[in-house]
């Protein structure tokens, strides 16, 4: 059976799609926080032995596109076909009441693509106004400048801020959903599944968000 071909396939590449993201978001988040110094060099050191190796680098760079991709692209489809009132398929019967968070995957992931794009623009491509550019005599941009510089900005951390929000919505649910999916859990499981998708999102949010509210309030200078 080709996965894309019925409504639970494509759930199922949801499910694992999104999975994918999560632990990037995790991975992202423990090398963003070398930005309070606990890896000799910092934030600096970090981004130089990232992009050590460019081939990798760009190799990762478009499987995550492909990943990402595939999970919006079925998001969509899944969407039309719920509201549209088609017949779903689900590996384990939710017990649960939609919540805010449920019934508002799409909107949350929606502006969680804006945010990506913004991101993109503003650290990658470094094309966002408002940041400095320090570079060396090799022209290297010094990174934790360049970051600190950004968000002393309060327009540019409420952004991140409200994006960080949207992702908290996203896996809080997303989490669970995708354990449902994949067949991890039952009706015994799962009330533990939804407190620790909570649990996993509001970590991750916190992390997130103390890194700009640093800067901001001070505790991080440039």
Same mark, same amino acid.
């Given at each position: 059976m080709?996965?894309?071909? &019925?409504s639970?396939?494509?759930?199922?590449?949801?499910?694992?799609?999104?999975?994918?993201?999560?632990?990037?978001?995790?991975?992202?988040?423990i090398?963003?926080?070398?930005?309070?110094?606990?890896?000799?060099?910092?934030?600096?050191?970090?981004a130089?032995?990232?992009?050590?190796?460019?081939?990798?680098?760009?190799?990762f760079?478009?499987?995550?596109?492909?990943?990402v &991709?595939?999970?919006?692209?079925?998001?969509?489809q899944l969407?039309?076909?719920?509201r549209?009132?088609?017949?779903?398929?689900?590996?384990?019967?939710?017990?649960?009441?939609?919540?805010?968070?449920?019934?508002?995957?799409?909107?949350s992931?929606l502006?969680?693509?804006?945010?990506?794009?913004?991101?993109?623009?503003?650290?990658?491509?470094?094309?966002?106004?408002g940041m400095?550019?320090?570079?060396?005599?090799?022209?290297?941009?010094?990174?934790?400048?360049?970051?600190?510089?950004?968000?002393?900005?309060?327009f540019v951390?409420?952004?991140y801020?409200?994006?960080?929000?949207?992702l908290?919505?996203?896996l809080?649910?997303?989490?669970?959903? &995708?354990?449902?999916t994949?067949?991890c859990?039952?009706?015994?499981?799962?009330?533990?599944?939804?407190?620790?998708s909570?649990?996993?999102?509001?970590?991750?949010?916190l992390?997130?968000?103390?890194?700009?509210?640093?800067?901001?309030?001070?505790?991080?200078?440039?």
């Amino acid at each position: 059976m080709q996965l894309s071909s &019925s409504s639970i396939g494509r759930k199922i590449l949801m499910a694992v799609t999104g999975q994918l993201m999560i632990l990037f978001v995790l991975v992202h988040l423990i090398g963003n926080t070398t930005i309070f110094g606990w890896l000799h060099g910092g934030i600096n050191a970090y981004a130089e032995h990232l992009h050590a190796l460019p081939p990798l680098v760009w190799a990762f760079r478009l499987f995550m596109l492909a990943a990402v &991709s595939i999970h919006i692209w079925y998001g969509i489809q899944l969407t039309i076909e719920n509201r549209g009132g088609r017949p779903q398929q689900y590996a384990v019967k939710a017990t649960q009441k939609a919540t805010f968070a449920s019934e508002n995957m799409i909107w949350s992931g929606l502006l969680i693509l804006a945010f990506i794009v913004y991101h993109l623009l503003h650290f990658t491509m470094k094309v966002i106004p408002g940041m400095a550019l320090v570079t060396d005599a090799e022209g290297t941009v010094n990174v934790y400048t360049m970051v600190v510089s950004s968000f002393q900005s309060f327009f540019v951390f409420s952004i991140y801020a409200g994006a960080m929000v949207a992702l908290f919505l996203h896996l809080s649910h997303g989490i669970q959903s &995708s354990s449902q999916t994949i067949g991890c859990s039952n009706d015994r499981t799962l009330p533990v599944i939804v407190k620790a998708s909570t649990l996993v999102a509001l970590a991750l949010l916190l992390g997130y968000v103390a890194i700009p509210l640093s800067i901001i309030s001070g505790f991080l200078k440039g």
